[in-house]
């Protein structure tokens, strides 16, 4: 799993947004666990500075949050609904102002900052466009992708099948059960008056 070296980046942007140290200080001594199956696993101490520190994942969390890829890949395009999407344990407080805190950052802006200082502000501005526009041309593919195979196995291969189907289904042997109760009775009636 990917662990190694991921505190320093999110230091480096807590530092460039000053506001989220100070909002972080609050929850100093807690940790939180971020989970992204199958690429990271790790855990993260809240210091005095509102900084994180990577600890042992022998430690207990107060806090875990865990996303899919594709989550985290929409998350960086700012796609508010992303966030939802995530999944929290634990305690709901300290999770939903570290989720507050990720929808404030704007990471294009921070990219782009820095590029300027190498590159110049026109060529920074237009590579984080080109990589913010590819984040979301991604996303948008594997939507579709994902709609199109939905549709293929329960269209064309009926790998899956449709919930109407389910509850037709379903609905066919409960009126099955009923007539065959009804026929039972009947039969037992029968039987009652021929003897």
Request: overall charge positive; some cysteine.
């Amino acid at each position: 799993m990917l662990t190694f070296g991921i505190a320093a980046p999110i230091n480096y942007v807590l530092r460039s947004e000053g506001w989220a140290c100070k909002r972080l200080q609050s929850f100093s001594g807690q940790t939180v666990c971020i989970q992204i199956p199958p690429l990271v696993n790790f855990k993260m101490l809240i210091d005095a500075e509102g900084e994180v520190q990577q600890v042992d994942n022998s430690i207990c969390a107060d806090t875990a949050l865990t996303l899919s890829p594709f989550t985290l890949a929409r998350i960086f395009a700012r796609e508010s609904v992303a966030f939802k999407l995530i999944k929290v344990s634990g305690n709901r407080f300290f999770a939903s102002e570290l989720i507050n805190i990720s929808k404030q950052i704007n990471f294009n802006m921070i990219l782009e900052h820095d590029l300027s200082k190498v590159i110049g502000d026109i060529p920074a501005y237009r590579i984080s466009h080109i990589g913010k526009h590819l984040i979301q041309w991604k996303i948008e593919n594997f939507n579709r992708l994902s709609k199109a195979l939905v549709e293929y196995w329960t269209e064309e291969n009926i790998f899956l099948t449709k919930p109407t189907a389910i509850n037709q289904f379903s609905q066919e042997v409960k009126n099955l059960q009923l007539n065959t109760e009804q026929l039972e009775q009947r039969l037992n009636r029968l039987t009652q008056q021929s003897a």
